[in-house]
T-cell receptor, first 112, second 115 residues
Framework: DAKTTQPNSMESNEEEPVHLPCNHS???????IHWYRQLPSQGPEYVIH???SNVNNRMASLAIAEDRKSSTLILHRATLRDAAVYYC?????????????FGGGTRLMVKP | KAGVTQTPRYLIKTRGQQVTLSCSPI?????VSWYQQTPGQGLQFLFE???????NKGNFPGRFSGRQFSNSRSEMNVSTLELGDSALYLC??????????????FGPGTRLLVL
């Protein structure tokens, strides 16, 4: 599977927007970009995913670069509850199984 | 709808013992996978089951095994425990095995400490 690179940690102030970057320069044309997050003492939870176009849902927005070699997860107004480790994961279309390849993720700290 | 449940939540064992962890997927979900999470290695895929059949296996020694029952519940077993097996073991479920973009739902995990 193609590899992703994320900053180890980021800090944000509460109620401010947060942009979490992910580089995936070896992404293939059929790889989807997924984001999961893991809150303290919990299992990971799905946030959002996309292929080429930007995506929005109730939790976040996903902005995908035109060349697809990078993407950005956007939390529009960070809350204390958003403090978590955020994982950017590539999912090949032809991988019909469950296996998610997690990298190190970005630890987001939110200051009140 | 209840989420993925894992039992027990915490477990302490000694080296050389064996352990069995249990996972109940979300009702209607037939696909279950297991992950190990350690501070050093992060989240690593163990194995995946669908319809009582193992479909995929990660790079772990044969001491790690699993199975799935006809009601989709799954168990994983670790024999001859080593100190390095101390970890958070996570179970994830999804409805099918054919849709690679389908959301996976994770349980809270079982934290295993090997002394």
């Amino acid at each position: 599977d193609a590899k992703t690179t994320q900053p180890n940690s980021m800090e944000s102030n509460e109620e401010e927007p947060v942009h979490l970057p992910c580089n995936h320069s070896t992404i293939s044309g059929t790889d989807y970009i997924h984001w999961y997050r893991q809150l303290p003492s919990q299992g990971p939870e799905y946030v959002i995913h996309g292929l080429t176009s930007n995506v929005n849902n109730r939790m976040a927005s996903l902005a995908i670069a035109e060349d697809r070699k990078s993407s950005t997860l956007i939390l529009h107004r960070a809350t204390l509850r958003d403090a978590a480790v955020y994982y950017c994961i590539l999912r090949p279309t032809n991988n019909a199984g469950n296996m998610l390849t997690f990298g190190g993720g970005t630890r987001l700290m939110v200051k009140p | 709808k209840a989420g993925v449940t894992q039992t027990p939540r915490y477990l302490i064992k000694t080296r050389g013992q064996q352990v069995t962890l249990s996972c109940s997927p979300i009702s209607g979900h037939r696909s279950v996978s297991w992950y190990q999470q350690t501070p050093g290695q992060g989240l690593q895929f163990l194995f995946e089951y669908f319809s009582e059949t193992q479909r995929n296996k990660g790079n772990f020694p044969g001491r790690f095994s699993g199975r799935q029952f006809s009601n989709s519940r799954s168990e994983m077993n670790v024999s001859t425990l080593e100190l390095g097996d101390s970890a958070l073991y996570l179970c994830a479920s999804k409805q099918t095995v054919g849709d690679s973009q389908e959301t996976q739902y994770f349980g809270p995990g079982t934290r295993l400490l090997v002394l």
